[in-house]
């Protein structure tokens, strides 16, 4: 997610249908010799495996895998973040699997506060270099947090975007695995805050106007604005589900961040719309048991 108030910086692929033909053939024909199994097996090329404990992790994407505003007002945070940070009260992502003292060693975090679809490729670029075992992608919210509805990104440009950023990763890294987290439910962080006044007056420094502008406002055009922000951000999800779908390394989340139920005990305490380090836990939670799950989400 973006503000725009001033900070200190910013399925698996289905196995080839050779396999089936074989298989299919050799019944018709009525093969039994001992090598057609084998021959079989030779002739389809079976799809890469999952792993489900990745030894290295990089992560990409915005400012909430900065932990931006998770700590401090209008600074990035790190060390609390989902993915790759380090605190023991958020037990990130990358200390479930690879142990807290790993940490520093074996992750490595790229996300920059802000960022929208366009500068993913630039950040995989930097995160392909190490070669990771696997790759976090949380982008998409500054995509739909814009001045004006608008202004949002068409989803044409961000289905183009992710695909142009996916292919560079795979050309770079080819081992690499890609867990693609879902955009959040901006509406819901609207509900969350809304009613207090507050809140009210941090929201009008700059964030996500899209969403949050005239944020008690019901009238006819402030709700068809809301709704129109969330249904954007429905689609960016189902672009992120579908290009992932066609990467034998890449997992979506089936959309657990999109639903997931934020409270106001999960978010920032500064501006009730970023994750707060108890949001940025539950991120890594459900990361965690996406990403050690032998089969993908349905």
Not at 28 to 44: I, L, V
Not at 103 to 130: C, F, I, K
Not at 167 to 180: C, I, M, N
Request: net charge neutral; aromatic share 6%.
């Amino acid at each position: 997610m973006r503000i725009t108030a001033p900070r200190p910086r910013a399925r698996r692929a289905l196995a080839g249908a050779g396999a089936a033909v074989v298989v299919l053939a050799g019944a018709a024909t009525g093969c039994s010799s001992g090598g057609s199994g084998e021959q079989g097996e030779r002739g389809a090329q079976a799809a890469p495996r999952w792993n489900t404990a990745p030894g290295s992790i990089a992560a990409v994407g915005d400012s909430i895998t900065r932990g931006f505003d998770a700590c401090s007002v209008l600074a990035d945070c790190p060390e609390v973040s989902w993915a790759t940070g380090n605190d023991p009260a958020v037990r990130s992502l990358a200390a479930r699997l690879l142990g807290e003292a790993e940490v520093p060693a074996r992750s490595w975090n790229y996300a920059v506060t802000g960022s929208r679809m366009e500068d993913l490729p630039a950040q995989l670029a930097g995160a392909a270099a190490h070669k990771p075992d696997l790759v976090t992608v949380m982008v998409g919210s500054n995509d739909a947090c814009r001045p004006t509805a608008s202004s949002m990104t068409p989803v044409a440009d961000f289905r183009a975007g992710f695909e142009k950023a996916l292919a560079e990763l795979r050309a770079a890294s080819p081992a690499s695995q890609v867990y693609v987290s879902s955009v959040p439910d901006l509406q819901r962080l609207w509900e969350q805050g809304k009613d207090l006044p507050v809140v009210r007056q941090v929201w009008k420094l700059g964030i996500c106007q899209s969403m949050l502008a005239d944020p008690l406002s019901l009238a006819t055009g402030a709700t068809a604005r809301r709704e129109q922000v969330r249904a954007r951000v429905v689609e960016y999800n189902e672009v992120l589900r579908e290009v992932c779908a066609k990467d034998p390394l890449c997992r979506y989340d089936g959309g657990a961040v999109f639903q997931y139920p934020f409270a106001a005990e999960q978010l920032s305490r500064w501006d009730w719309f970023h994750p707060g380090k108890d949001g940025q836990a539950r991120l890594a939670e459900l990361a965690h048991r996406q990403v050690t799950a032998a089969e993908p989400p349905r």
